[in-house]
């Protein structure tokens, strides 16, 4: 059985070890709140049971514990300057018995630990020979976390997202654009500059499941409040800019016609 309720109030009760005036622990608490309750709708629409979509809330409240140990240890979210934060989270929870402050019942402790693991991870790289639950469950919280991250990438702060406070001034790789327009898949080793993590980040549209983040982001409008919020001083990198964002555009209406 899960107890929502008792796991949110361990949550808040966890997070409070942190330095919650940190931009970068702030964030993450309302990202990992708000994504639980993006799961738990999301498994709804999908017409899951009351116990999946309980399970669905929970892994949305959990999937990056692993990011208040990250920023205060690295003071950053670049998993290729620190650490893998979903392996982080995953281990954080289980090899000291932590999930049991958020979980009594043992039998959700494979999926929960699977999510967390694979939420963040390349889609070619997710663990094989799972169970079909167990896949439907790394889909709806590797779809709530980047509906959610389009939100935040357009309201909270610059420095706290992207390590620099000034975008603006930035520039696209030639091989990570590439990798947009023609591969439409970014290999994230491959990223340069604060700007490419941006453009990773309009890549997320190529990778949701379901039409539900995707019509949750259309709707509001997220990407095009995302493209408005930067002007490049670099004219080369402001027409790739309006490219990409054209072309998550047109990707996004086709796939949901």
């Known amino acids: 059985m899960i107890d929502i309720t008792k796991a949110k109030k361990e ?13 970068k ?13 993006i799961s738990k709708n999301m498994a709804i629409s999908l017409g899951l049971s009351k116990e999946d979509i309980e399970l669905a809330e929970l892994i949305g409240l959990l999937h990056d514990i692993g990011r208040f140990e990250q920023a205060r240890k690295y003071n950053t979210f670049v998993d290729n300057l620190s650490e893998n934060h979903g392996k982080l989270g ?9 999930i049991r402050n958020f979980v009594e019942d043992n039998k959700y402790d494979r999926i929960i630990k699977l999510a967390i693991i694979n939420h963040n991870k390349d889609s070619k790289d997710i663990t094989p020979n799972i169970s079909d639950r167990e896949k439907l469950h790394i889909k709806i919280i590797r779809d709530s976390d980047k509906t959610d991250i389009i939100y935040v990438l357009i309201f909270d702060d610059e420095k706290a997202i992207w390590d620099t406070d000034n975008l603006e001034k930035e520039k696209f790789s030639d091989e990570i654009y590439r990798e947009f327009v023609e591969d439409h898949n970014i290999i994230y080793k491959n990223r340069k500059t604060p700007a490419d993590t941006l453009i990773c980040q309009f890549a997320y549209v190529f990778d949701f499941n379901f039409d539900y983040g995707l019509k949750y982001v259309l709707e509001n409008k997220y990407y095009d409040k995302l493209y408005e919020r930067f002007n490049f001083k670099d004219e080369q990198t402001k027409k790739r800019f309006k490219e990409i ?13």
């Open 11 to 23: 949550f808040k009760k966890y997070v409070k070890k942190y330095d919650i005036n940190n931009p």
């Open 25 to 37: 622990i702030s964030l993450k608490i309302a990202h990992m709140e708000r994504t639980s309750s």
């Open 90 to 98: 995953a281990d954080i929870l289980f090899k000291n018995g932590l």
């Open 245 to 257: 964002y054209e072309i998550t555009n047109n990707y996004m209406k086709q796939r949901l016609e």
